[in-house]
Nanobody, 129 residues
Framework: VQLQASGGGSVQAGGSLRLTCVASGRSFRRDLMGWFRQAPGKEREFVAAISRTGGSTYYSDSVKGRFTISKDNAKYTVYLQMNSLKPDDTAVYYC???????????????????????WGQGTLVTVSS
């Protein structure tokens, strides 16, 4: 049972990247899925989450309007489309899964790292000015 994140790389400010998180080992269709990031010298922080049904998405204020989280249940894959990237977006990005979230889990619950029990290995995003 694992999550495999990919799609990171180096890009100039204003550019775009799409991160992919592929789940394997069990079905993740009913999981709450999230993306978090950790910049050099900083603590890991919430970026975005998508509800179990896929009907709700949540974003940190710093990425709202620029990033979009989505998922393809048939492919067991979660995406993070990142547009208008800024140097402050430079970080290792992690995907995570929470199989215990209730259907009505909202943004406060979804943004808490301690609620996610399975984590991917991270993919590095570097944005230059």
């Amino acid at each position: 049972v694992q999550l495999q994140a990919s799609g990171g790389g180096s890009v100039q400010a204003g550019g775009s990247l799409r991160l992919t998180c592929v789940a394997s080992g069990r079905s993740f269709r009913r999981d709450l899925m999230g993306w978090f990031r950790q910049a050099p010298g900083k603590e890991r922080e919430f970026v975005a989450a998508i509800s179990r049904t896929g009907g709700s998405t949540y974003y940190s204020d710093s990425v709202k309007g620029r990033f979009t989280i989505s998922k393809d249940n048939a492919k067991y894959t979660v995406y993070l489309q990142m547009n208008s990237l800024k140097p402050d977006d430079t970080a290792v990005y992690y995907c995570a899964a929470d199989s215990n979230a209730i259907l009505s889990a909202g943004p406060d619950y979804s943004s808490r790292q301690e609620n996610y029990e399975l984590w991917g290995q991270g993919t590095l995003v570097t944005v230059s000015s």
